[in-house]
Every structure is written in structure tokens, then in C-alpha cells.
């Protein structure tokens, strides 16, 4: 059924040619790379509690569908089935497993986040947000790249984390202390994730003498998002018992907070990645690169612009 689905939706797309498909292409891919660079420009220079709301929801998404994927090891649709060709541009975002669906993960954790917490007069902006998920979904399947099955699970996993979430901020504000609770539970499952990616017997099969999906791809997907994740909790534990930013302050210092801040993961990724990558072998490294990164946007970047802001304050 859900190949048929697919066949359907590759006629009408061949039928409509680029006209369709190139949106649907720049609309995927903005969605989902858009939703963490949002997220974290509202927890620098918007708000500090929505933003670790977004960004917690967008990291747990993305770790949780990394996990099910890789235990999952579904192949994509054009490999179970040749009469599925999706157009050339979206399979350069649709690489390794099926199920779940990733871009439709991240949109549906970043936007579901986002329509729960709108109320009062930005209560219209929830359908906004839901018709964003919907899209997102709809563009996968479009597009060829996932079934009806993958991206719906995709949006069950980030409603279920949303809720799920929703409990334990609600939790922590009530007894702070909980915090620490959580975040040394998450290190411990993404611990274990590790060592399930590490230890793992993936499929290994080959298709007109190619292999179908390389395990070591696989697996280094699953240590990218763990990786995240850990450097996510570990930054949100030094942050909240040390630092405590504000984003109260001027529009030009929430614009130099954003300006200073998003080009340093791009340079850490760029030069300091080969190097560590070739110091301590691939998948340790990709544990320690994104986690460093999630730490350097969760905490030592608001750590540097609070200490400047506070010096500039007193001269």
C-alpha cells in the first residue's frame, strides 16, 4: 500500500515536472536545517526558557529517530521497490535508512514544540505550525524518499516526546534539583545508545554489486546523535548552575549574540573536526565533535557573551 502510494505521487510529480518538485526540495531542506538554527537563535537572543523548550524537543527527536532507525535498518523505498525514482536533487538528503523519517522528525519536533507553547493572540500561529509538519511529511513522500509509514511515526515520536517533556520541564520547575536527575539519566541511555550503535549487527547486503547502505555510515549517524544529545545535557546542566543568560538587553547585543555565535560551530566543523577526527578515530570523534558543539551553543557561547556584556556594562 504505502509503494502504491508512492507510485501515485511519482506520476503526478513527473506530470508536473520542476514545478513542483524544486519547492518541495528547497521546502524539506529549510525546514528541517532551519528548525535547530531557529531554535537556537531564540535561546540566545528571544527567549532563554522557549529556547531550551525548542531545542530540547529538537535534540531528543533527533537522538530518539537515530535509535529506532538504526535498530530499525529499513531500506529506502527506491531499494525495495525499482519502480520508485525520486527526482536526483532529494536524494542528496536522503542518504542511509528509511524509518523513521528525519526531516520530518526534526520539523515535527521544532514546530509541534512550537504550536503547544503558542496561546492568547499567537494561538493562529499554531496552525501555521501544524501546516509546516503536514508539508514537511507531504514533501518526503512527494519527493520519494520516504513512505506514509516513515514520516508518520516521525510525527508520533515527536508528539509523544512533546508530551512526554512537557512533564518533566513542568517537574523541574517545581523542584529545580530535578535537573540534574534528568541529565544524568540522559547520559546514561545516551551511554548506552553508544555502545548499542557500536556493538550492533547491521544488514549488510549489496545491490548490482553496491553496497546497499554501509553499516559504518550508520553507525556514525547514530554517534552524531548521540553525541548532540549528551553535549546538549551536559551544557544545559552548566548553564542553568552557572551561568543563567538573559535575553533581556538591547535588539543590537540579541543581533551580535547571533552574529558572533552561529559562524563558530561552521569553523570548529571545518577546521577542528579533521584533526580530532584523526586523533581519536571517526566515531569517538563524532561523539565528541557535535557534542562539543551542542555544549558551545548550550553553554560556553552564552558563558563569553555574558562575561562581555557584563564588562561593557561596568566601563
Same mark, same amino acid.
Given at each position: 500500500?504505502?509503494?502504491? !502510494? ?25 525546514? %528541517? ?14 527567549? =532563554?526558557?522557549?529556547? +531550551?523548550?525548542?531545542? %530540547? ?6 537522538? *530518539?529517530?537515530?535509535? !529506532? ?10 531499494? =525495495? ?32 514544540? /512550537? ?17 509546516? !509538519? ?5 514533501? =518526503? /513522500? ?10 508518520? *511515526? ?7 516526546? !512533546? ?18 536527575? %534528568? ?18 549487527? +547491521? ?24 553525541? %548532540? ?10 548553564? *542553568? =548552575? ?6 533581556? /538587553? ?66
Amino acid at each position: 500500500m504505502d509503494i502504491q !502510494i508512492l507510485l501515485f505521487l511519482q506520476n503526478f510529480r513527473n506530470g508536473a515536472g520542476s514545478f513542483l518538485t524544486t519547492p518541495m526540495v528547497l521546502f524539506t531542506d529549510i525546514a %528541517a536545517y532551519g528548525s535547530p538554527i531557529c531554535a537556537i537563535i531564540i535561546y540566545w537572543a528571544v527567549s =532563554r526558557s522557549f529556547g +531550551y523548550w525548542l531545542m %530540547a524537543n529538537v535534540a531528543s527527536g533527533f537522538f *530518539v529517530n537515530n535509535v !529506532i532507525k538504526l535498530a530499525a535498518c529499513i531500506y529506502r523505498p527506491w531499494i =525495495r521497490s525499482p519502480q520508485i525514482i525520486p527526482p536526483e536533487k532529494a536524494l542528496k538528503s536522503a542518504t542511509g535508512y528509511s524509518f523513521p523519517s528525519g526531516h520530518t522528525q526534526v520539523a515535527s519536533s521544532f514546530f509541534g514544540a /512550537c504550536a503547544v507553547r503558542l496561546d492568547g493572540d499567537r494561538r493562529p500561529l499554531r496552525a501555521v505550525c501544524v501546516l509546516f !509538519i503536514l508539508l514537511t511529511g507531504f514533501s =518526503r /513522500c512527494f519527493l520519494g524518499v520516504h513512505t506514509p509509514q516513515d514520516v508518520l *511515526v516521525s510525527m508520533a515520536i515527536a508528539a509523544l516526546l !512533546i508530551w512526554a517533556l512537557g512533564i518533566l520541564f513542568t517537574k523541574i520547575s517545581e523542584n529545580p534539583s530535578l535537573l540534574y536527575y %534528568a541529565v544524568a539519566a540522559g547520559i546514561v541511555i545516551c551511554a548506552a545508545a553508544i555502545l548499542y550503535f557500536y556493538m550492533k549487527a +547491521y544488514p549488510v547486503e549489496y545491490l548490482d554489486g553496491k553496497l546497499i547502505v554501509d553499516p559504518e555510515d550508520m553507525a556514525m549517524d547514530g554517534y552524531t546523535a548521540a553525541g %548532540a544529545m549528551l553535549g546538549f545535557l551536559i551544557g544545559t546542566a552548566v548553564e *542553568v =548552575r552557572f551561568i543563567r543568560f538573559s535575553t533581556e /538587553c538591547t535588539i543590537p547585543r540579541k543581533i551580535l549574540r547571533v552574529l558572533t555565535g552561529i559562524p563558530i560551530p561552521v569553523l570548529f566543523l571545518t577546521l577542528l573536526k579533521p584533526l580530532i577526527y584523526g586523533a581519536i578515530g571517526n566515531g569517538p570523534g563524532h561523539v565528541l565533535v557535535y557534542g562539543l558543539i551542542l555544549f558551545y551553543i548550550v553553554a560556553l557561547h552564552p558563558a563569553l557573551f555574558t562575561a562581555v556584556e557584563a564588562k561593557q556594562a561596568q566601563a
